[in-house]
Protein backbone atom coordinates (compact mmCIF):
# COMPACT_ATOMS: atom_id res chain seq x y z
CA UNK A 1 0.00 0.00 0.00
CA UNK A 2 1.34 3.58 -0.97
CA UNK A 3 1.66 5.69 1.90
CA UNK A 4 1.00 9.38 0.40
CA UNK A 5 2.15 11.70 3.21
CA UNK A 6 2.46 15.03 2.19
CA UNK A 7 6.09 15.85 3.88
CA UNK A 8 7.63 12.94 1.30
CA UNK A 9 5.52 14.16 -1.86
CA UNK A 10 7.27 18.00 -0.92
CA UNK A 11 10.50 16.62 -1.00
CA UNK A 12 10.55 14.77 -3.49
CA UNK A 13 9.37 17.24 -6.09
CA UNK A 14 11.67 19.37 -4.91
CA UNK A 15 14.10 17.35 -5.56
CA UNK A 16 12.64 16.37 -9.46
CA UNK A 17 12.41 20.28 -10.11
CA UNK A 18 15.80 20.86 -9.15
CA UNK A 19 17.81 17.74 -10.53
CA UNK A 20 15.37 16.44 -13.41
CA UNK A 21 14.83 19.87 -14.95
CA UNK A 22 11.21 19.91 -14.59
CA UNK A 23 9.06 22.99 -13.19
CA UNK A 24 7.15 20.58 -11.42
CA UNK A 25 5.12 23.47 -9.16
CA UNK A 26 3.70 24.54 -11.81
CA UNK A 27 1.72 21.10 -12.51
CA UNK A 28 -1.44 20.02 -10.53
CA UNK A 29 -0.46 18.27 -7.57
CA UNK A 30 -3.16 15.35 -8.22
CA UNK A 31 -2.03 14.74 -11.48
CA UNK A 32 2.22 14.53 -10.01
CA UNK A 33 0.70 12.26 -7.48
CA UNK A 34 -0.62 9.99 -9.97
CA UNK A 35 2.47 9.78 -12.33
CA UNK A 36 4.40 9.61 -9.35
CA UNK A 37 3.00 6.62 -7.58
CA UNK A 38 2.96 5.07 -11.19
CA UNK A 39 6.66 5.04 -11.09
CA UNK A 40 6.81 4.18 -7.36
CA UNK A 41 4.13 1.04 -7.92
CA UNK A 42 6.57 0.04 -10.77
CA UNK A 43 9.36 0.06 -8.26
CA UNK A 44 7.17 -1.71 -5.74
CA UNK A 45 7.63 1.35 -2.91
CA UNK A 46 5.85 2.04 -0.79
CA UNK A 47 6.55 6.05 0.21
CA UNK A 48 8.37 8.39 -1.48
CA UNK A 49 11.34 8.38 0.75
CA UNK A 50 12.04 5.11 -0.20
CA UNK A 51 11.28 5.99 -3.98
CA UNK A 52 14.04 8.72 -3.73
CA UNK A 53 16.07 5.85 -2.43
CA UNK A 54 15.99 4.16 -5.54
CA UNK A 55 16.66 7.53 -7.84
CA UNK A 56 19.76 7.42 -5.87
CA UNK A 57 20.88 3.59 -6.85
CA UNK A 58 18.71 3.75 -10.02
CA UNK A 59 19.84 6.70 -12.24
CA UNK A 60 17.97 4.84 -15.02
CA UNK A 61 14.99 5.67 -13.02
CA UNK A 62 15.36 9.22 -13.86
CA UNK A 63 14.64 8.94 -17.21
CA UNK A 64 11.64 6.51 -16.70
CA UNK A 65 10.24 9.23 -14.08
CA UNK A 66 10.44 12.10 -16.32
CA UNK A 67 8.92 10.21 -19.06
CA UNK A 68 6.01 9.26 -16.62
CA UNK A 69 5.97 12.79 -15.72
CA UNK A 70 5.60 14.02 -19.31
CA UNK A 71 3.63 11.66 -21.10
CA UNK A 72 0.89 12.64 -23.60
CA UNK A 73 -1.74 10.28 -25.34
CA UNK A 74 -3.18 11.23 -29.29
CA UNK A 75 -4.25 10.07 -32.12
CA UNK A 76 -4.56 11.63 -36.03
CA UNK A 77 -7.53 13.63 -36.13
CA UNK A 78 -8.13 13.47 -32.56
CA UNK A 79 -11.25 15.11 -31.65
CA UNK A 80 -12.49 14.93 -35.38
CA UNK A 81 -15.30 18.15 -34.85
CA UNK A 82 -12.04 20.19 -34.33
CA UNK A 83 -10.77 18.64 -37.00
CA UNK A 84 -13.70 19.24 -39.63
CA UNK A 85 -14.07 22.66 -38.37
CA UNK A 86 -11.28 23.87 -39.38
CA UNK A 87 -10.66 21.86 -42.23
CA UNK A 88 -14.52 22.93 -43.58
CA UNK A 89 -14.33 26.86 -42.76
CA UNK A 90 -11.19 28.18 -40.44
CA UNK A 91 -7.89 26.87 -42.49
CA UNK A 92 -8.78 27.54 -45.98
CA UNK A 93 -9.67 30.99 -45.09
CA UNK A 94 -6.62 31.73 -43.16
CA UNK A 95 -4.42 30.13 -46.06
CA UNK A 96 -6.12 32.69 -48.34
CA UNK A 97 -5.53 35.51 -46.42
CA UNK A 98 -1.75 34.46 -46.20
CA UNK A 99 -1.53 33.74 -49.75
CA UNK A 100 -0.70 30.44 -48.53
CA UNK A 101 2.10 31.36 -46.06
CA UNK A 102 1.14 29.91 -42.69
CA UNK A 103 3.11 29.17 -39.54
CA UNK A 104 1.39 27.24 -37.19
CA UNK A 105 2.73 25.84 -33.47
CA UNK A 106 1.86 22.44 -31.89
CA UNK A 107 2.67 23.28 -28.71
CA UNK A 108 2.86 19.58 -26.33
CA UNK A 109 2.81 18.24 -29.82
CA UNK A 110 3.56 14.75 -27.81
CA UNK A 111 4.34 11.78 -30.44
CA UNK A 112 3.26 14.10 -33.35
CA UNK A 113 -0.21 13.01 -34.63
CA UNK A 114 -1.46 16.53 -34.00
CA UNK A 115 1.36 18.80 -36.35
CA UNK A 116 1.24 15.91 -38.76
CA UNK A 117 -2.08 15.91 -38.94
CA UNK A 118 -2.40 19.74 -39.38
CA UNK A 119 0.11 19.46 -42.15
CA UNK A 120 -2.32 17.18 -43.83
CA UNK A 121 -5.19 19.17 -43.87
CA UNK A 122 -2.99 22.39 -45.39
CA UNK A 123 -2.17 20.01 -48.34
CA UNK A 124 -5.94 19.57 -48.06
CA UNK A 125 -7.05 23.48 -48.19
CA UNK A 126 -4.34 24.15 -50.24
CA UNK A 127 -5.34 21.53 -53.17
CA UNK A 128 -9.00 22.48 -53.16
CA UNK A 129 -7.75 26.15 -53.40
CA UNK A 130 -6.16 25.27 -56.40
CA UNK A 131 -2.65 26.02 -55.03
CA UNK A 132 -1.10 22.68 -54.09
CA UNK A 133 2.09 24.90 -53.99
CA UNK A 134 0.78 26.31 -50.89
CA UNK A 135 2.69 23.75 -49.22
CA UNK A 136 5.78 24.98 -49.47
CA UNK A 137 5.11 28.10 -47.56
CA UNK A 138 3.68 26.29 -44.13
CA UNK A 139 5.71 26.25 -41.69
CA UNK A 140 4.75 23.98 -38.46
CA UNK A 141 6.25 24.22 -35.30
CA UNK A 142 6.02 21.29 -33.12
CA UNK A 143 7.28 21.25 -29.75
CA UNK A 144 7.22 19.11 -26.64
CA UNK A 145 9.23 18.38 -23.47
CA UNK A 146 9.32 14.65 -23.21
CA UNK A 147 12.31 12.62 -25.54
CA UNK A 148 11.11 9.91 -26.65
CA UNK A 149 7.87 11.37 -27.97
CA UNK A 150 9.87 14.01 -29.74
CA UNK A 151 11.75 10.69 -30.95
CA UNK A 152 8.79 9.18 -32.33
CA UNK A 153 7.47 11.92 -33.94
CA UNK A 154 10.93 12.55 -35.90
CA UNK A 155 10.46 8.73 -37.16
CA UNK A 156 6.80 9.69 -37.77
CA UNK A 157 6.06 5.73 -37.73
CA UNK A 158 2.45 4.82 -36.59
CA UNK A 159 0.73 1.45 -35.56
CA UNK A 160 -2.80 1.67 -37.04
CA UNK A 161 -4.42 2.45 -33.36
CA UNK A 162 -3.08 5.91 -33.98
CA UNK A 163 -5.60 6.49 -36.75
CA UNK A 164 -8.64 5.26 -35.43
CA UNK A 165 -10.07 8.25 -35.36
CA UNK A 166 -8.96 9.38 -38.59
CA UNK A 167 -10.68 9.44 -41.84
CA UNK A 168 -9.48 6.93 -44.55
CA UNK A 169 -8.39 9.59 -46.38
CA UNK A 170 -5.58 10.25 -44.23
CA UNK A 171 -3.79 7.02 -44.55
CA UNK A 172 -5.21 6.70 -48.51
CA UNK A 173 -3.44 9.59 -49.21
CA UNK A 174 -0.50 11.00 -47.09
CA UNK A 175 1.12 7.83 -45.59
CA UNK A 176 2.81 5.05 -46.80
CA UNK A 177 3.09 1.10 -45.67
CA UNK A 178 6.17 0.62 -42.99
CA UNK A 179 5.28 -2.92 -42.46
CA UNK A 180 1.92 -3.80 -40.19
CA UNK A 181 2.34 0.60 -39.19
CA UNK A 182 2.23 3.41 -42.04
CA UNK A 183 4.87 6.34 -42.25
CA UNK A 184 4.11 9.81 -42.88
CA UNK A 185 4.74 10.49 -46.43
CA UNK A 186 8.01 13.14 -46.84
CA UNK A 187 6.10 15.82 -48.42
CA UNK A 188 4.16 15.83 -45.32
CA UNK A 189 6.98 15.82 -42.71
CA UNK A 190 9.02 18.32 -44.25
CA UNK A 191 6.13 21.17 -43.44
CA UNK A 192 6.47 20.13 -39.46
CA UNK A 193 10.44 21.06 -37.45
CA UNK A 194 10.03 19.38 -33.90
CA UNK A 195 12.08 20.41 -31.26
CA UNK A 196 12.44 20.31 -27.98
CA UNK A 197 10.48 22.94 -25.45
CA UNK A 198 9.30 23.37 -22.05
CA UNK A 199 6.40 25.60 -21.38
CA UNK A 200 7.00 26.30 -18.57
CA UNK A 201 10.14 27.72 -18.31
CA UNK A 202 11.32 29.14 -22.38
CA UNK A 203 10.39 31.76 -23.65
CA UNK A 204 7.74 32.06 -26.61
CA UNK A 205 8.53 34.13 -30.13
CA UNK A 206 5.85 37.18 -30.08
CA UNK A 207 3.57 37.66 -33.10
CA UNK A 208 4.99 34.94 -34.51
CA UNK A 209 2.19 32.42 -35.50
CA UNK A 210 -0.75 32.31 -37.48
CA UNK A 211 -2.51 29.40 -36.18
CA UNK A 212 -1.38 28.12 -32.33
CA UNK A 213 -3.16 24.31 -31.12
CA UNK A 214 -2.15 23.67 -27.49
CA UNK A 215 -4.67 21.03 -26.37
CA UNK A 216 -5.05 18.94 -23.46
CA UNK A 217 -1.82 20.51 -21.81
CA UNK A 218 -2.56 23.52 -19.70
CA UNK A 219 -4.94 21.54 -17.92
CA UNK A 220 -2.06 19.92 -15.62
CA UNK A 221 -1.01 23.49 -14.46
CA UNK A 222 -1.90 26.11 -11.93
CA UNK A 223 -4.28 28.46 -12.99
CA UNK A 224 -1.26 31.08 -12.33
CA UNK A 225 0.60 28.89 -15.18
CA UNK A 226 -2.59 28.82 -17.08
CA UNK A 227 -3.16 32.62 -17.10
CA UNK A 228 0.95 33.13 -17.69
CA UNK A 229 0.56 30.66 -20.83
CA UNK A 230 -2.69 32.00 -22.59
CA UNK A 231 -1.29 35.32 -21.85
CA UNK A 232 1.68 34.32 -24.02
CA UNK A 233 -0.08 32.23 -27.06
CA UNK A 234 -2.19 35.45 -27.12
CA UNK A 235 1.19 37.99 -27.92
CA UNK A 236 2.50 35.09 -29.77
CA UNK A 237 -0.57 35.12 -32.62
CA UNK A 238 -0.16 37.26 -35.54
CA UNK A 239 -3.27 39.55 -35.88
CA UNK A 240 -6.33 37.50 -37.27
CA UNK A 241 -4.45 34.31 -35.77
CA UNK A 242 -6.14 31.19 -34.57
CA UNK A 243 -5.87 29.51 -30.89
CA UNK A 244 -6.73 26.21 -30.49
CA UNK A 245 -7.54 24.42 -26.79
CA UNK A 246 -8.49 21.30 -25.75
CA UNK A 247 -12.21 21.08 -25.49
CA UNK A 248 -12.10 20.93 -21.19
CA UNK A 249 -9.62 24.03 -21.22
CA UNK A 250 -10.93 27.45 -20.46
CA UNK A 251 -9.44 30.04 -21.28
CA UNK A 252 -8.29 32.38 -18.40
CA UNK A 253 -7.19 36.13 -17.63
CA UNK A 254 -5.40 38.88 -19.19
CA UNK A 255 -5.66 36.51 -23.06
CA UNK A 256 -9.93 37.19 -22.46
CA UNK A 257 -9.16 40.72 -23.98
CA UNK A 258 -7.50 39.87 -26.71
CA UNK A 259 -8.79 37.07 -27.91
CA UNK A 260 -12.41 36.58 -29.45
CA UNK A 261 -14.42 33.67 -29.04
CA UNK A 262 -15.19 31.50 -32.51
CA UNK A 263 -16.35 28.69 -31.16
CA UNK A 264 -17.49 27.59 -27.95
CA UNK A 265 -17.94 23.97 -27.96
CA UNK A 266 -14.41 23.56 -30.13
CA UNK A 267 -12.50 26.24 -27.62
CA UNK A 268 -11.77 27.95 -30.82
CA UNK A 269 -10.13 31.71 -30.72
CA UNK A 270 -8.93 34.44 -32.81
CA UNK A 271 -6.88 37.37 -32.48
CA UNK A 272 -8.56 40.80 -33.73
CA UNK A 273 -7.40 41.35 -37.08
Known sequence: MIVDDEEGFRALTRRVSREAGLTLDAYKDKCLRRRLLVRMRACSVHTYAEYMGVLDRKPEEWEKLKDALTINVTRFYRNAET?????????????????GRLAAWSAGCSSGEEPYTLAMLCAESAAAAGHAGWTD???????????????????AVYPQASFLEAPAWVTGKYCERAGESWRVREDIRRMVTIKRLDLTREAIPVAAYDLIFCRNVVIYFDRPMQERLFAQFAEALLPGGILVLGKVETLLGAAREKLTLVDARERIFRRAA
Open 137 to 155: RVRITATDIDRESLERARN
Open 83 to 99: WDRLRQELLPGLLQARN
